[in-house]
């Protein structure tokens, strides 16, 4: 959700009224709900989150409804305000992109019709090749007469002229003001490696998945009227009187036979593309009414990242990881990382998360370790779910074991302290949508809705496994999230980590889903220099990244591999080497001593 500055906005106002909603009266606008269409918030308290504190789940902000403030028909204050503030006159004073959007679904899965909600909705410029085509022969332009001559031959148009239809089209001003939703394209590699040559990105891809069985059963029962060419499906939409249902035809290609083979074509093509867009894609299920559809999609519009808090201006790891302290800079991108991921894993409805993030101010390992860097991760995390009017309980584990065990890890000594000190802003985020908390099933309340654990672990004499399990049992299927936990088992005075359970407590342990994972890679025993990096952003595969320095000193990171699951030691050597090996072939060498800190 995009969060505005007021100072940036203030040039937009008239006057001064008394019913602004920047005056003293309306601190607050909810961003998240139709009634603040322009999506305008406010930095508050030195933090650049807003709480929506006022939100009213159906109304919008309670405060701009009380007082009739803001007009729901989209984009004007009322009640004798002088004041119009538009979302294109809010984008234009932050330089702000307007939203681009690509949409993929086999034909039948619906996404015609969700492209005509998509745009009475959002007002982007839709952009279909088969329109690009047949507008461009119309008009007799030069490409237009190129395509001509292969359709007249029956012949598919080539890649190359489609690409460079597409890409005027979306060089042309509306497409630059209101934003674009690219409907079918791109359907191959090539074309998506095209755009991306360009610099051609969406913010968000949208793919609706369709059972099957259920797109063969719409394809056979689709039926077109000659007279009109308005699709009707024998089933689900038949036509209005028994005249038309008379003249409809078939699609010669309408067969089960040779849906099948669409089908098969249609998957082998556009598997590279979904790996190229991997970051930014999103599934919905298109299998339900098509209002439910839509709804989903214009949850991911309003959610993309891109138009949010944060700005993607980075691209690959950042450099200079060896620097201590870190940038504001540094530690943002990896805070966006971490939210964008496990926020996105929790939408798709997966409970216990795991977050695993080592860059130097967050291994303990290292010397250089800062548990204020950790607090501020665990802030930024509670206000990426906050925001969405859910409340969040950040716990952290308290004084465990008895007699000379009595205490705490040394990491976590005083951080409940500081947690309660902090900034949370000057709006009640604390106490209201954020509470502080400990480790264990007391702590879980009826109205809690998602539970961030910070760096929970095991220490000498002691186990926090049972407090933690008790924790998710109580939770139920609302989200507990981990976040650079240490489980790992540690020996005992009375070898309590030896027996008891141990093998059960270690599989629990290890069943939370690593929604993000960084590490720096090393040589074994060392931590300086840095060879490369292993990063897993949700969904994303893991990726082996080597870390490259020129003659001026200047640095860059190369990815080398890609891996379903987190790869061994052995197998990052094997993508440091150049080479891939099966799964079952040990091998040795001087990068098999490569070691990944954290977890190995």
Not at 49 to 74: A, L
Not at 77 to 94: D, M, W
Not at 558 to 587: C, H, Q, W, Y
Request: include cysteine.
């Amino acid at each position: 959700m995009a969060i505005y500055s007021p100072s940036l906005l203030f040039p937009l106002l008239s006057d001064s009224s008394t019913h602004s909603p920047f005056s003293s009266m309306h601190p607050q606008l909810c961003i998240s709900t139709p009634c603040c269409t322009a999506r305008l918030g406010f930095f508050h308290g030195g933090h650049s989150s807003v709480i929506p504190k006022q939100r009213n789940d159906n109304t919008g902000c309670r405060i701009c409804v009380k007082e009739g403030v803001f007009d729901e028909n989209w984009g004007s204050f009322k009640k004798g305000v002088r004041h119009a503030v538009s979302v294109n006159a809010a984008r234009a004073v932050l330089n702000a992109e307007p939203l681009k959007v690509m949409i993929s679904g086999f034909p039948a899965s619906g996404k015609g019709t969700q492209c005509e909600l998509i745009v009475k909705k959002y007002g982007l410029v839709h952009i279909a090749t088969g329109d690009l085509l047949r507008a461009e022969v119309a008009a007799g332009t030069d490409y237009g007469k190129k395509a001509k001559e292969y359709m007249d031959q029956g012949q598919l148009v080539p890649d190359d002229i489609v690409f460079m239809m597409v890409k005027e089209r979306l060089a042309q001003p509306d497409a630059k003001e209101k934003g674009w939703l690219l409907d079918g394209y791109p359907r191959t590699q090539s074309q998506a490696e095209s755009l991306e040559a360009l610099g051609i990105r969406p913010h968000i891809f949208i793919l609706i998945n369709v059972p099957e069985e259920v797109l063969v059963d719409r394809v056979l029962g689709r039926r077109i009227d000659p007279l009109t060419s308005k699709i009707y499906h024998l089933k689900y939409s038949p036509p209005e009187t028994p005249e038309v249902l008379e003249r409809l035809v078939q699609r010669s290609d309408d067969t089960k036979e040779k849906v099948a083979l669409r089908l098969q074509t249609y998957h082998q093509n556009m598997e590279p593309v979904f790996s190229i867009y991997n970051e930014v894609l999103h599934k919905v299920e298109g299998n339900q009414p098509k209002n439910k559809v839509f709804e989903s999609i214009e949850r991911l519009l309003t959610e993309t990242p891109s138009r949010g808090r944060y700005k993607d201006s980075w691209k690959g790891i950042p450099t200079r990881l060896n620097s201590i302290p870190h940038t504001r800079e540094i530690r943002e991108y990896f805070y966006r990382d971490v939210c964008e991921a496990t926020k996105r894993a929790v939408e798709d409805g997966i409970d216990k998360l795991k977050v695993r993030i080592t860059i130097p101010e967050l291994n303990p390992d290292m010397d250089v370790y800062r548990i204020g860097t950790l607090l501020e991760l665990m802030r930024e995390l509670a206000f990426t779910f906050a925001n969405d009017g859910k409340r969040v309980k950040v716990c952290v584990q308290g004084s465990m074991g008895e007699g000379i065990f009595t205490g705490m890890p040394l990491q976590l000594a005083g951080t409940r302290r500081i947690l309660e000190a902090m900034d949370w802003g000057s709006y009640g985020a604390k106490g209201t949508f954020i509470n502080i908390g400990a480790i264990g099933s007391k702590e879980v309340e009826p109205e809690d809705d998602v539970f961030l654990l910070m760096a929970p672990q095991n220490s000498v004499g002691t186990c926090i496994i049972d407090d933690l399990q008790a924790m998710v049992q109580a939770a139920g299927r609302r989200p507990v999230i981990i976040v650079n936990p240490m489980l790992k088992d540690l020996p005992a005075a009375g070898g309590v980590m030896q027996i008891g359970g141990r093998e059960t407590r270690m599989q629990f342990a290890a069943s939370f889903f690593t929604c993000y994972n960084f590490r720096l890679l090393y040589l074994s025993g060392t931590l300086y220099p840095i060879l490369g990096a292993l990063r897993m952003k949700y969904p994303a595969p893991y990726e082996v990244y080597k870390r490259l320095e020129d003659d001026n000193g200047k640095e860059k990171y190369v990815l080398l591999a890609t891996f379903k699951d987190e790869p061994s030691s052995s197998e990052i050597g094997d993508a440091f080497d150049g080479r891939l090996r099966k799964k079952d072939e040990d091998v040795g060498g001087f990068w098999s001593f490569l070691r990944v800190l954290v977890g190995s």
